[in-house]
């Protein structure tokens, strides 16, 4: 008799021996469904990280590249400032500098533009778990950016009039703001991209220590420089030489009626200077709006460099990396010009009423300079104002007006128009809120076609 089935006890063992088998294979399997299931996560972590470096490689560089717009920077200072900035923007999206594995850069200065890439070490929850995948992710992130390699003269020429007596501080405040955004404090100094001059006018313009040079020391005590003379007037050729007196003519010292305050300042990058100069203009005369005009002109011709310091020197009209631009503004029509006459000193006094003269003839350059009055479009003065322009402009020199005023189709504001580059640089400004906003979309307006080439 059987005291129990011996297959039974086979079976029972066999069960024992497929549960331990079982159980380690089930183990594996639920790990590896585990990674699975968690790959998905790492990888959304580090497409996540992914672009949180990309948009700090992209700030960082963008960053650099305006910098590198305004100024010359040196590759420590470029290294430099694109650390600080990526940094900053990492610490803002939550990642630590401690992350970071490489940051890294090129510089193209011909082509003006700037490579700037980036990678981060992702550690991976999940793929790294059991060895069966990588537990670290390098995620990259790159960015090309252009930047402009371009330098930038401008010439800031603006009415000091006796009618701008009442809008001097308007005038002054439009004048801070354009220098600002142009010159902006990290943008200023030696390397500068953009250097300012400064050409204040009323009957003539106060040349400061340039006056005599060029009036052949008949400038006078307010250094007040009013026309030339001769085949080269609407030119910017250095000097004129005239056959019939064997010597060189200069220009014309007709007036003492220019601001002592309102000085001549040639290209600088310097924006204290330029600010200083700004607060003591001063109104004060008559408009010969053609001699600022052709002054503005020559603090951006190369043909000037030999009257200049050199660090207000010109760069010559052929440097391709190089912009030009001239900022006109009046308040009213040019109603003031000189003419050259050979006489001597009685015949001149003799003839002081002569063409409305209001003032004795001044001597210059061994001549006198009658100082008549003219108006309206078709006056003297405006008619030189619009050749002197045109001259301007044949050089490429970009010009912006500024008619400010009530009266849009007055003799002024059609100078103004004649004289910009194209319908899009001329503007009118009627209060002094218009002034002020017009003078800061005309830096918006150069600063875009720099920074855009």
């Not at 990888?43 to 470096?53: D, F, H, S």
């Not at 040196?74 to 923007?89: M, R």
């Not at 970071?100 to 981060?120: E, N, R, Y």
């Amino acid at each position: 008799m059987f005291c129990g089935n011996p297959f039974s006890a086979h079976f029972q063992k066999l069960k024992a021996c497929e549960r331990g088998s079982i159980l380690p294979l089930f183990a594996g399997v639920l790990l590896i469904l585990i990674v699975v299931a968690g790959a998905g996560a790492d990888y959304t972590k580090a497409l996540g990280y992914r672009q949180k470096v990309a948009n700090a490689v992209d700030a960082a560089a963008l960053t650099v590249a305006t910098k590198l717009s305004k100024s010359v920077m040196t590759d420590a200072q470029i290294e430099q400032a694109l650390q600080e900035t990526f940094l900053a923007n990492l610490s803002a999206l939550g990642l630590e500098e401690r992350s970071i594995a490489s940051l890294d850069h090129t510089i193209d200065p011909t082509a003006g533009l700037l490579d700037v890439w980036s990678s981060i070490d992702v550690p991976m929850n999940f793929l790294g778990l059991g060895g069966i995948g990588p537990k670290v992710l390098k995620v990259q992130a790159a960015t090309q950016v252009s930047y402009s390699s371009f330098d930038v003269e401008l010439s800031l020429i603006v009415d000091v009039t006796g009618s701008m007596r009442y809008d001097m501080d308007t005038l002054k405040t439009a004048s801070r703001g354009l220098v600002r955004i142009l010159l902006p404090e990290e943008a200023e100094g030696e390397e500068a991209k953009v250097r300012i001059s400064l050409v204040p006018y009323s009957e003539g313009v106060n040349a400061g220590q340039f006056a005599n040079a060029v009036t052949d020391g008949g400038a006078g005590s307010r250094n007040c420089v009013t026309e030339r003379d001769g085949a080269q007037k609407f030119t910017d050729v250095r000097y004129d030489y005239d056959p019939d007196r064997n010597h060189h003519t200069f220009f014309g010292a007709g007036s003492n009626q220019c601001s002592s305050d309102s000085k001549l300042i040639p290209l600088t990058s310097d924006r204290a200077k330029l600010e200083s100069a700004i607060s003591r203009l001063s109104a004060t005369g008559y408009t010969a709006g053609q001699t600022g005009i052709a002054w503005g002109w020559y603090t951006l011709s190369p043909n000037w460099s030999n009257l200049w310091p050199a660090e207000s020197d010109p760069e010559p009209y052929s440097n391709k990396k190089n912009l030009k631009f001239a900022i006109i503004m009046t308040d009213g029509d040019f109603n003031r010009h000189y003419d050259r006459v050979w006489l001597d000193e009685d015949d001149c006094e003799d003839r002081a009423d002569d063409g409305y003269v209001t003032e004795p003839c001044q001597r210059g350059t061994a001549q006198y300079w009658y100082p008549r009055g003219s108006s309206g479009y078709w006056g003297a003065s405006s008619s030189r104002a619009r050749s002197t322009c045109d001259a301007m402009k044949a050089k490429n020199i970009i010009v912006y007006t500024v008619y400010f005023g009530n009266r849009p189709s007055s003799a002024g504001a059609r100078v103004m128009q004649d004289c910009a580059t194209t319908e899009a640089t001329y503007f009118t400004a009627s209060s002094a809120q218009d002034l002020i906003s017009t003078f800061e979309r005309i830096a918006r307006s150069v600063q875009s076609i720099y920074l855009a080439r």
